[in-house]
């Protein structure tokens, strides 16, 4: 059975494992792998620009790269146009894409739902839902420079405030599907990808 070319978003919380499910539904689906994180670190790479004009909002980027460098949250709407900018690339869709970190925020999650929606485009939102105890035992078990007590527990209170709003925002419309991101990898992988054929073949 042929699968549907699709843009997925996969969101959760810190170490929740959306890096390596992203990976593993991009080899499964053929598609292109986009991390977020890495898609900043293009554009800052790349581009010259001193602002950037969001409908009626200005963006100073050397701010926003100077968060970037701090590991502070970058604007929920400059993250929403850069995302969508990138996705732009790939119309019409000659392969399923697959974005590893989004929605962090509400912002976030009504611009790349109008996006999909206006562009008529097959897609799905995948929450991976984890325990604070299993962030804590993730985090701290992979020894990262950045992934010291106080930093994770900034970022469990940032996934609080800003991300879950989103993926409650999501829910209400029945556009979610809340995946349990604990146990063993390929588990997940195939509970994501059973859900997905349900929903999109």
Avoid: C
């Avoid at 929403?80 to 392969?95: A, F, Q, R």
């Avoid at 999909?116 to 701290?140: D, G, Q």
């Amino acid at each position: 059975m042929k699968f549907k070319k699709i843009v997925i978003f996969l969101t959760g919380a810190p170490a929740s494992g959306k890096d390596t499910q992203t990976g593993l539904l991009a080899k499964k689906l053929k598609g292109k792998k986009i991390t977020i994180s890495e898609v900043f670190d293009d554009f800052f790479k790349n581009s010259k620009r001193k602002y950037l004009k969001i409908k009626n909002k200005t963006i100073d980027l050397r701010k926003e790269r100077e968060k970037r460098l701090r590991g502070d949250l970058i604007s929920f709407h400059f993250i929403s146009w850069l995302v969508i900018e990138t996705l732009k690339k790939y119309l019409p869709l000659k392969k399923s894409l697959i974005i590893s970190g989004g929605p962090r925020s509400v912002v976030e999650a009504k611009a790349y739902l109008n996006f999909v929606k206006k562009e008529n485009l097959n897609y799905a939102f995948i929450f991976l839902n984890i325990s604070e105890e299993e962030i804590y035992k993730r985090t701290l078990k992979r020894k990262r420079p950045d992934d010291d007590l106080e930093t994770v527990k900034k970022r469990i209170e940032n996934f609080k405030k800003y991300t879950l709003p989103a993926i409650n925002f999501l829910k209400k419309r029945k556009e979610i599907i809340e995946i349990n991101g604990e146990g063993k990898i390929q588990a997940i992988h195939q509970k994501i990808f059973k859900a997905l054929k349900e929903k999109i073949v």
